[in-house]
Structures are given as C-alpha cells and as structure tokens.
C-alpha cells in the first residue's frame, strides 16, 4: 500500500507518564507514523505540553514529502491530539483530520468529577485544580476550541474506569454542533483497547477513506 499520509502519535499516560499504546497497528492504514514526546506535568505545566506537540507536527509536515498530516493519541495524548487539531500547526486548518481514542477533554464535566475525585490528573496538568471560569482550566478544555471543522474520529469503551465515555458522547454533540465532520464510536470494552481490533480498524478505515486519497 502506498503511503497516504503522515501520522503524528501522541502517546497516553495522564500526562505524567508514558503509555505503551505507540500507534504503530495505524500504519496497517497506509499511514507513516511518527512519534511525538511532550513534558511530563511534573516537568511543566499547560501549555507546554501543547508548545512540544506543535513543534513535534512541524518537524513531521518538514519530513512529509508533501503528504497530508494527520494527529492522532489515546487518553491524554489523544486530548493533545484534539487541542493540535483544533487548534491547528500553525494556521487554523494545516490538519488534515485527528484520530482520539478515549481522551479526556473536559475537567468540570460531572461524570469525571465522580469519577477521577481525589486523583484528577487535570490538576497535575494546570498546577491547580481546575474550576468554572479559570482562564487556564478553559484554554486546556478541549470543547473550547472546537469551530474549525477539521475531521474528528473519536473512539471509547462504555466500561472505561479511567476516562467516562460522556467525555466523548458530549464531545461529540459540541463537534457536530460546531459543524465538524465526525465519526464517534462507542463501544465495548475499557481502557486502551487494542487499536486493531477489528471494529476499531474498521472505524479507522472508514474515517481515513474520508479525510485521505485512495491508497
């Protein structure tokens, strides 16, 4: 298969860690995946996370040969993945589509405050914790920045213990009401499912044949 475009994969990990999910199973897609490495919470506080990412996608469209440029990431990687999407490189729209596998992307939501109570790794993230109407707790909530219609595929586990599938269904809603393309599935299972599985792959595929020429 040729290749059709260049992946940036934002690894997982609470943004205190490392995951092992490296998006390699991706490149079954026609996709060059590249790696990208961000500060740990510890090591700095939002948005230099942001600032890594984006200088880790520069490097990426530089060594692309002209092929579309996609980001992609599970849990917290896959809320640096929106952030770089919705957001953009460089300009609003120099992202061809963002692949998020259970991320997290609102730190007020109800269902993660039951949930993450007394271990939120948001607060690790922004240095305090996050509340209603603080401009840094704002900024690092995904929903912020949503309006460029870049294409979305968004994928979770109904029985995820670490980040609750309303992230992603209230996604969703605000993505389609901002006017994104976006294919969302919900499905069984947990946490850091394996990428090729096959209703996972299928998905992929189908948003991939969206946003990308044939390969």
Known sequence: MNERGVLLWIHGGGWRAQATEDGAALAGHGLRVVPARYRFAHEARWPAQLDDVRAAARRARAES???????????AGGMLALHLGLRGVDRPDDVAGVLAYWPPVDPLEPDWKRLRDGDDPWADLIGQ?????????TDATVTTHVGNRVPVLLVQGTEDRSVPASQTAGLTAALLAAGHPVHSWL???GHALPLDRPDLWAVAAAFLDTVLPPG
């Not at 040969?65 to 849990?75: F, K, N, Q």
């Open 187 to 189: 499905t069984h299972g």
């Open 65 to 75: 040969g002209g092929l579309p440029l996609l980001v992609a990431g599970d849990s």
């Open 129 to 137: 914790p996050p509340a209603a109407g603080d401009p840094t707790t």
